[in-house]
């Protein structure tokens, strides 16, 4: 885009898209490039900022990645997270060495506030930390503006060259005032003025649409979720009678939620689209009996999905596009976003087959994460019933099923899913946690229920409140609601005789299950 932006180097870090989803918080365009991006290309783009991410490498190793001297040589603003740190300290003269004792978790940091970086932060601050070597010895030139009681460098700062380097990670919720701190730098250091917002990206989007597609069919796969509904509209208001969406029922949905997507999206619905809804479930089930392994099931759903809709583009004939609502999250955890680990496939992403028979996929929401998605849904227009609905994965019930899919498992957690989700808006809080949902384990235990022995399945509710679904913290739920929940389950789903609550942060764990 043309304006001022920031741009993010990734080094591997798995919470290289979240840096990014920071900046664009500040209001400031943010793109990422790999390491590998040519200094040249890097000067061209005349970015206000660049910011260095983590990795999972040591700096000071031979094949580990690095950049040249020159990067930090180009009179733009350089911030180092954590590996991008190190390596800024190890380019540029200092040492860094195996740390003698690893931080990982939250730490209380003391800051040094007269650091431009740390403006109106308090001097002690609760911050990430993730590492297993640290600064011994700072670049010349730099100075120490932050430490614990373990890291005696965890920032350091050169502001006559602009460069900055943070131990820490400042981009995920677990640091306290990390927002701030970016916030600094982007804002501050590098003197952007924060134009970038969401209604000159759906302005554009429609724009670029329009222009690619020209006079081509596309068909939309449409999932009734909160991504694939604003990609559904936004393609309808840039091409109209040319998208046909079409709606996979793959018998993975929850309760009831084939007919209300059709309701919506349907030719009674408030959307002027040409809507196709598909009754695949035996066809699903039949693919995934036998497969239990995570990976395997969401590869067998992505390449279903697709072949479906190929199918329903030969009905239609002369299909050249595939639109699908891909979003920031689904990238980086499939290992697509620069130089990222893979976590796990995501069914539209990871998990497509190696030939798609289509011109050319689109993926108009795929530089956004969750939140940008819901504010360019209100952009569109779209109802806020519609964009603050709960969040679905594409593999559907798949991924929250543990192990081996059957019809009477996918009864099971429906079942458990709508009580769950049905006490928790009785309850008020339907609006104040970022997601929430029932998954069947794969776990049977011994119980008694009318004084006879049972041995069923447990289940697991899970609710976390996050804002980017990078990183999230388990929800507090008043106990009387969930003893409500697990009285519900326990008595109205047959085959339940044990109801659990997942306490699991993200990182180490997924919001999924799978």
Known sequence: MDQEKVIVIDFGGQYNQLVARRVRECNVYCEIYSYRTPIEQIRGMKPKGIILTGGPNSCYG???PTCSRELFELGIPVLGLCYGAQLMMHVLGGKVEKAPVREYGKIEVSVDT???LFADVQQKTICWMSHNDYISQIAPGFSIVAHTADCPVAAAQNPDRQLYAIQFHPEVLHT?????????????????TGTWRMDSFVEQSICEIREKVGGGKVLCALSGGVDSSVAAVMLAKAIGSQLTCVFVDHGLLRKNEGDEV?????PNGPYELNFVRVNAQERFYGKLAGVSEPEQKRKIIGEEFIRVFEEEAKKIGAVDFLVQGTIYPDVVESGLGGESAVIKSHHNVGGLPDYVDFKEIIEPLRNLFKDEVRKAGLELGIPEKLVFRQPFPGPGLGIRIIGE?????????????AI????????????????????LTNMRSVGVMGDERTYDYAVALRAVNTIDFMT????????????KVMSRIINE??????VMYDLTSKPPGTIEFE
């Open 62 to 64: 031979e094949d580990s």
């Open 114 to 116: 007269s650091s431009m």
């Open 176 to 192: 306290q005032e990390g927002t701030k701190m970016l916030y600094n730098f982007v804002r501050n250091v590098c003197g952007c």
């Open 262 to 266: 059709e309701e919506v999206f349907g």
């Open 405 to 417: 899919v059957t019809a009477d498992k996918v009864r099971i957690v429906q079942d458990a899913d």
């Open 420 to 439: 769950y989700r049905e006490e928790i808006a009785n309850a008020g809080l339907d609006r104040s946690i970022g997601q929430y949902f029932a998954a």
């Open 472 to 483: 999230a913290e388990a929800a507090e739920i008043p106990f009387e609601v969930l003893q």
């Open 493 to 498: 789903v047959r085959g339940v005789n044990r």
